[in-house]
């Protein structure tokens, strides 16, 4: 086994935040597997181009054969799986990749390494990991007076994105129970910051302001949502892979429950504020359209497990990490240009056109 991490989707959001964190802090080298779908972009990862540490691979975590190679030729020290269908409103509009990448996809990457872990002696048995990303939304929709999600809530998902992420993790689950394979999950809040595709709220929002277009909020904005920056989401990741107890599960948040119109009203204000020259609002482009559909009212993490066990918290809080990234945007308008171009266009028609203004 090698100094070395093996990370499925990283050139997507997330991911790609902690590969080019890994790379530059000198932690190893990333083995980076990643289809590079609508989602995937390699300019994510500009900053490390050329860095011995990162090899990328194009290829689908579900190629048995590939992945199979890969692992026999690098012998990684650990598997993150970052790699997913992550959008809920695809997820409506087309569930079936979700249940090929997130659910076969996860299941041809298990089966492939079983074997690699059973090959490995003792000590390095007992030194891999596999580590699950998954999302706060398995535990599916609290009310307003509910305690924040614990790690021993049920799972309870309720779209075709929450519900095949809520079926990868306990195949997660069943191989450490059966196989006594180390493996670990952590689920994780809304994440924003650099490289958020702007089909998601924030994002969406800074793009749709910047350029004259209604800003849409489905329903009537007061769904909430419980935001981490980024990065202190990987650095929260690099603690579990470090420290966490093998077959556990660790809940990651930042204590930041915000409605969306508060959120949306947060980017507006700072926007007027960085941007207007005239006396007008940008709170003036926002639009209330048709709610999505089985739409979650509420999601909260309590974080207590991992800061009480294993010492982390987040460093940023909302208004740090939302000054980051309006920064992050203003700064990266080409990055933005060439990922709303083509594709994402045909997306918006698909996922905006049909919702009536309410
Ligand atoms: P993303 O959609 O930005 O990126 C997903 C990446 O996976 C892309 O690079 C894509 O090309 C790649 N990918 C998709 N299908 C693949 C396949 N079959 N094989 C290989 N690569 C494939 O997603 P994200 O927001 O960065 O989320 C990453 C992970 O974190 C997901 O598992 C998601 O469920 C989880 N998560 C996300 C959030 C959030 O707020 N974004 C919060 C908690 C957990
Ligand atoms: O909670 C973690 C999850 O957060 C991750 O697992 C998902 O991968 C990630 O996409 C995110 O899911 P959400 O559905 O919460 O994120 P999204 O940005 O799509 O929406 C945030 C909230 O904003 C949600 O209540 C829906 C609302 N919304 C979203 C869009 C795109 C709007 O009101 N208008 C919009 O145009």
Same mark, same amino acid.
């Given at each position: 086994?090698?100094?070395?991490?093996?990370?499925? +989707?990283?050139?997507?959001?997330?991911?790609?935040? *902690?590969?080019?964190?890994?790379?530059?802090?000198?932690?190893?080298?990333?083995?980076?597997?990643?289809?590079?779908? =609508?989602?995937?972009?390699?300019?994510?990862?500009?900053?490390? !181009?050329?860095?011995?540490?990162?090899?990328?691979? !194009?290829?689908?975590?579900?190629?048995?054969?590939?992945?199979?190679?890969?692992?026999?030729?690098?012998?990684?020290?650990?598997?993150?799986?970052?790699?997913?269908?992550?959008?809920?409103? %695809?997820?409506?509009?087309?569930? +079936?990749?979700?249940? !090929?990448?997130?659910?076969?996809?996860? *299941?041809?990457?298990?089966?492939?390494?079983?074997?690699?872990?059973?090959?490995?002696?003792?000590?390095? !048995?007992?030194?891999? %990991? *596999?580590? /699950?990303?998954?999302?706060?939304?398995?535990?599916?929709?609290?009310?307003?007076?509910?305690?924040?999600?614990?790690?021993?809530?049920?799972?309870?998902?309720?779209?075709?994105?929450?519900?095949?992420?809520?079926?990868?993790?306990?195949?997660?689950?069943?191989?450490?129970?059966?196989?006594?394979?180390?493996?670990?999950?952590?689920?994780?809040?809304?994440?924003? +910051?650099? =490289?958020?595709?702007?089909?998601?709220?924030?994002?969406?929002?800074?793009?749709?302001?910047?350029?004259?277009?209604?800003?849409?909020?489905?329903?009537?904005?007061?769904?909430? %949502?419980?935001?981490?920056?980024?990065?202190?989401?990987?650095?929260?990741? %690099?603690?579990?892979?470090?420290?966490?107890?093998?077959?556990?599960?660790?809940?990651?948040?930042?204590?930041?429950?915000?409605?969306?119109?508060?959120?949306?009203?947060?980017?507006?204000?700072?926007?007027?504020?960085? @941007?207007?020259?005239?006396? +007008?609002?940008?709170?003036?482009?926002?639009?209330?359209?048709?709610?999505?559909?089985?739409?979650? /009212?509420? =999601?909260?993490?309590?974080?207590?497990?991992?800061?009480?066990?294993?010492?982390?918290?987040?460093?940023?809080?909302?208004?740090?990490?939302?000054?980051?990234?309006?920064?992050?945007?203003?700064?990266?308008?080409?990055?933005?240009?060439?990922?709303?171009?083509?594709?994402?266009?045909?997306?918006?028609?698909?996922? =905006? /056109?049909? @919702?009536?203004?309410?």
């Amino acid at each position: 086994m090698n100094n070395c991490i093996l990370v499925t +989707g990283g050139a997507g959001f997330i991911g790609s935040n *902690f590969v080019n964190s890994w790379v530059k802090q000198g932690f190893g080298k990333v083995v980076n597997v990643d289809k590079l779908t =609508y989602a995937g972009n390699l300019e994510n990862l500009s900053g490390i !181009q050329g860095n011995e540490d990162h090899v990328f691979v !194009q290829a689908d975590i579900g190629d048995s054969k590939v992945i199979a190679e890969l692992l026999k030729e690098h012998e990684p020290k650990a598997i993150l799986n970052f790699a997913a269908e992550s959008h809920v409103d %695809r997820s409506i509009h087309a569930p +079936g990749e979700f249940i !090929q990448t997130n659910i076969v996809g996860t *299941f041809n990457l298990l089966e492939e390494v079983r074997p690699y872990w059973n090959g490995l002696n003792e000590r390095e !048995q007992g030194d891999f %990991r *596999f580590l /699950q990303v998954s999302t706060d939304e398995v535990y599916g929709s609290l009310t307003a007076d509910d305690p924040a999600f614990k790690e021993t809530n049920p799972y309870e998902p309720n779209s075709p994105y929450s519900a095949s992420k809520a079926a990868s993790d306990h195949l997660v689950r069943a191989y450490h129970h059966t196989y006594g394979m180390p493996m670990l999950t952590t689920n994780c809040s809304n994440n924003y +910051g650099p =490289y958020h595709f702007p089909e998601k709220l924030i994002p969406l929002i800074i793009h749709n302001a910047l350029n004259d277009k209604d800003l849409p909020i489905y329903g009537d904005g007061s769904n909430v %949502r419980d935001w981490l920056y980024v990065e202190d989401h990987c650095s929260a990741i %690099r603690c579990v892979l470090e420290t966490g107890q093998v077959g556990e599960t660790y809940n990651i948040g930042g204590w930041n429950e915000m409605s969306n119109l508060e959120v949306v009203h947060t980017l507006c204000d700072m926007l007027d504020l960085q @941007r207007r020259k005239d006396a +007008g609002s940008y709170r003036d482009q926002i639009t209330y359209v048709t709610d999505r559909p089985g739409h979650d /009212q509420r =999601y909260a993490i309590d974080a207590t497990k991992i800061e009480r066990e294993l010492g982390w918290k987040p460093a940023e809080t909302f208004k740090t990490g939302i000054e980051k990234t309006v920064a992050w945007y203003l700064e990266n308008q080409s990055w933005v240009e060439n990922v709303t171009s083509g594709e994402y266009q045909k997306w918006v028609g698909k996922n =905006y /056109q049909a @919702r009536e203004n309410v």
